[in-house]
């Protein structure tokens, strides 16, 4: 018999935190701009489920409704950041963040 | 409103004059310029003969009478009024400052006739003139401090007017730096005198000087007697007094013989009360001091060959003759021979300006002689400046002298001595100039003067009345001056009783013997005659070689020695001040701006402008607070 483990809101969570893990480390190792950008949404994605599971565990609804305010700013965020990224390779196509260092001291 | 109130009236009216000249004096020209300053301090004059009038009519205890103008200062509790004070003190030297300075003012029409910059040099005189009589007349130290820098700053601006020649120019800067020294110990007075007391009004401190501790009040006392030494030219910061001579005659006269040298004095009588709470050594070296300076221009004075010279070491020499009565209590004494010296001083410089006038500029006595026939005027007013000054009796001199002496002679029979030898000098060199000048042969046509210039020779003549009027009026001054206070019991000690309510029992009672007054006033009167006498025999009779050691002519070498001194050893020491101030103090300065600078340098390679390594130190920001917080939540 195959114990069928419980779903409990801890994996969730556990889930959350490794996805957030991913984004973090995608974003320290990546030099692609564009995978960059996606391992940000990445975690910004992960933060989105953490606020709904932990809006679950604690009946409290105003967890959700941050949500709904997380997606509105990503998605300002992309429409900006996708628009720099575009103009950027369209100028270097082999761009990398790194070579994005005007503002060096 | 009172009549005492009219004492703002005393300084606003040469500064008046100052302002009115300023704007439009060039245009005035010579010689309306010139009667408009004497007019501006002749009516300063009567303003003064009425505020004096008004005084005499009060009671003695109530001839003290202080004038708010308005407030000059309010910060925090230091409050300063620009305020007049009225007393018999200050309004003696008003006095005597407006009545001397009219009849120079009228001196100079006729001097500086002809000269490029005549309605400037009635502007500068104005203005002396009022900052003179803020001096004595401020109701605090603060306003006198005002005028003590003004008349400094125009004694600068008169004794360098010819600054076209360098010599002129650095006797300007010589005096004005000289001053510096003595306004350090005057500022320091005043400071010490905020702190112990709170105010600065002559009325408050003086009231409360007994409370002082003598420590204090000795600390006020040498302080300002160090700003006195620097104004009135005592050891060891005489050295300006005699290249002041550089200036315009009349200058001479007004600044550096009546007016401004004087006002050390004047200070040193204003605060008798802090002096009379001092320790005893403390006036003890206000006497000493000035005896030793009077013995020592006198020798000086014995071998210098310029006529102003002689004057200006001469000069010095009364001047500690009246810090000698100051420092032995004598306070009456110095004001007094103070008004005589004045008179006949002044006297004694216009005469010799009015001798340079005639002579077409020559300063040198040896290249004078038999001026009496050409110059009759002149002569007799010298003649009578000069008894007065060498002590013959009834000349003013003699009895301002003899009281400095008897009270000198009552604290100690040193300084008596040193005193009386003083005496016998100042007959002698100043019986030398009258004999080297009015006696004698003519030399001032001999060869050398031929050979100086090659032009025709030279034909002295007597000065217009302008210049002569006033000598004759100080003559006639010089000669009954001695009647303000005589020394005969009764009621003709006029100064005395007229200054007692300012000195408030400060002035020490002497009891000293009739026979003993008599014999030392006979002594002193016999060392003056002595004096002339013996420069009868060296320089009329020519029965006596002349003595005159050239370290004499060179003043000790003292002024040589002193620019040898700031020229070698001192100079190195102001080099080193100098490299201390560009190393250590800019150093820090310019250190910590490089620091600063260093540091942002440093800081600034942390924006690298990698986008990655910035997200890397918000992630381990992250987490080393997330660490912090699990940590911290696990307690």
């Known amino acids: ?105 | 409103m009172k009549t005492l109130d009219l004492v703002w009236l005393v300084p606003a009216l040469p500064l008046a004059g100052f302002v009115v000249l300023v704007a439009v004096g060039r245009r005035l020209g010579e010689p309306v310029a010139g009667w408009l300053a004497t007019a501006a301090c002749g009516s300063a004059f009567l303003a003064t003969l009425v505020v004096f009038a008004a005084l005499v009519g009060e009671d003695p205890e109530h001839r003290r009478h202080v004038y708010d103008l308005f407030e000059w200062l309010n910060v925090g509790g230091f409050e300063v009024q620009l305020g007049f004070l009225a007393d018999p003190l200050s309004i003696t030297m008003a006095l005597f400052i407006t009545g001397i300075g009219t009849l120079i003012h009228l001196y100079s029409i006729g001097y500086m006739h002809g000269d490029p910059k005549f309605s400037k040099f009635f502007v500068y005189l104005n203005l002396f003139v009022f900052s003179m009589l803020m001096l004595v007349l401020g109701s605090n130290m603060l306003v006198t401090f005002l005028g003590w820098e003004g008349v400094g700053a125009c004694s600068y601006l008169l004794v360098s007017f010819w600054f076209s020649k360098d010599a002129n120019a650095s006797a300007g800067k010589k005096a004005f730096v000289t001053n510096r020294i003595g306004d350090w110990g005057f500022m320091t007075a005043m400071f010490l005198t905020f702190a112990t007391i709170g105010s600065l009004d002559y009325s408050v401190v003086l009231e409360r000087a007994p409370e002082m501790a003598p420590v204090t009040a000795t600390a006020i006392a040498l302080l300002l007697f160090v700003g006195a030494c620097g104004k009135s030219a005592q050891l060891p910061l005489f050295v300006w007094l005699p290249d002041a001579m550089a200036g315009p005659t009349p200058v001479s006269a007004l600044i550096h013989a009546a007016t401004m040298v004087t006002s050390g004095v004047y200070l040193m009588t204003r605060v008798s009360p802090i002096l009379a709470q001092s320790y005893t050594w403390g006036p003890e070296v206000i006497a000493w001091v000035g005896v030793v300076t009077a013995l020592f221009a006198a020798t000086i004075a014995v071998a210098q060959t310029d006529i102003k010279r002689v004057l200006a070491y001469s000069t010095v020499s009364q001047l500690g003759y009246m810090f000698l009565a100051v420092g032995t209590g004598a306070y009456v004494a110095a004001i007094f021979h103070m008004v005589t010296h004045a008179f006949f001083k002044a006297l004694m410089f216009l005469g010799s300006g009015s001798v340079n006038h005639g002579m077409h500029d020559e300063q040198d006595m040896r290249r004078m002689g038999g001026l009496r026939k050409l110059m009759p005027i002149t002569a007799v007013t010298f003649i009578v400046g000069w008894l007065a000054i060498s002590g013959v009796p009834p000349f003013s001199g003699f009895w301002s002298k003899d009281e400095i002496l008897l009270f000198a002679y009552d604290k100690s029979p040193a300084l008596w001595a040193i005193g009386l030898i003083t005496a016998l000098l100042t007959a002698f060199y100043m019986s030398r100039l009258i004999f080297m000048v009015f006696y004698g042969e003519p030399r001032w046509g001999d060869a050398e003067g031929h050979a100086k210039g090659g032009e025709a020779p030279l034909e002295p003549t007597e000065s217009p009345w302008l210049m002569t009027v006033p000598l004759v009026v100080l003559a006639g001054l010089a000669l009954v001056g001695g009647g303000l206070n005589l020394p005969f019991t009764g009621d003709v000690h006029f100064l005395e009783h007229w200054l007692e309510p300012v000195l408030e029992g400060n002035e020490r009672v002497i009891d000293v013997a009739t026979g003993t007054k008599v014999g030392l006033a006979v002594i002193a009167a016999l060392a003056g005659l002595g004096g002339i006498i013996l420069a009868a025999r060296v320089y009329l009779q020519k029965r006596l070689q002349p003595v005159e050691p050239a370290i004499l002519a060179e003043g000790w070498r003292y002024d040589s020695t002193i620019s040898a001194f700031m020229g070698g050893p001192g100079q190195q020491g102001f080099d080193a001040v100098a490299t201390f101030d560009r190393t250590a103090i800019d150093g820090a300065v310019n250190g910590v701006a490089g620091a600063v600078r260093g540091g942002g340098k440093g800081l600034r390679l942390l924006q690298t402008g990698f986008v990655r390594s910035y997200a890397l130190g918000v992630a381990v920001g992250v987490v080393g607070l997330l660490a912090y917080f699990l940590t911290r939540a696990g307690i």
């Not at chain 1, 556990?14 to 893990?21: E, H």
């Not at chain 1, 679950?56 to 949500?67: E, K, T």
């Open chain 1, 1 to 105: 018999m195959i114990a069928i483990a419980e779903v409990t809101p801890a994996w969730y969570l556990v889930l959350g935190a490794i996805l957030f893990s991913i984004g973090t480390v995608g974003l320290l190792v990546r030099r692609n701009p564009l995978v960059m950008f996606m391992c940000i949404e990445l975690m910004l994605n992960a933060v989105t489920l953490t606020f709904v599971t932990f809006s679950r565990m604690l009946h409290d609804v105003n967890g959700q409704s941050v949500v709904v305010f997380v997606l509105v700013v990503a998605a300002a965020e992309v429409v900006v950041g996708l628009g720099i990224i575009v103009a950027l390779l369209r100028k270097q196509p082999t761009a990398t963040a790194d070579d994005l260092n005007v503002l060096r001291g």
